[in-house]
């Protein structure tokens, strides 16, 4: 049998090309396609950041969006009607936020005047406006009690 250090080498991988492995299931050495691999390693990647999403249209300027869930991260989409001179968000309630609790907001309008309330927590680099498009992330430290700008 040939050793591994004396297998000619490949730069690219097709679809119908094999590995070997072992198979604990059946106790014995086993090929599998390169298309079946593929698949199986696809299926165990997830881009899964466990942040709820949560969605809010608000139709006027000064509008008020009170963050919802206080024990998950969230990602807040705010798809307001128009270009607004001002609104806020408001964040969940600091007796019940988590440590490394994240809070992801993005506006598909802008909102000249932004506003986030901290409802009981600090807040450090929130911004005071976001442009149509923009985003930013706050995250939560429960020893200090702060929503830090992270994002």
Known sequence: ????????????????DQFP???TNNGSSRRI???VLKAYCQDGVTANDDKLTQYSSPGSTGFSVQVNNASNSVFL??????AFAAGTIVMPLQVNCI????VLVHSTQ?????????NGSGLSGAPAT????GFFCLRF??????????G
């Not at 976001?130 to 498009?133: C, R």
């Not at 430290?141 to 992270?150: F, L």
Request: hydrophobic fraction near 40%; aromatic fraction near 10%; glycine fraction near 8%.
């Open 130 to 133: 976001i442009l149509a498009g």
């Open 99 to 102: 440590d490394r609790q994240e």
């Open 141 to 150: 430290d429960n020893v200090n009690k702060i929503w830090y700008r992270v």
């Open 110 to 118: 802008t909102i000249t005047t932004l506003t986030v309330n901290g």
């Open 1 to 16: 049998m040939t050793t591994f250090n004396q297998l000619n080498e490949m730069t690219n991988i097709e679809n119908g």
């Open 33 to 35: 396609a390169a298309s």
């Open 77 to 82: 989409l705010l798809t307001p009607t128009g």
């Open 21 to 23: 492995f072992f198979s």
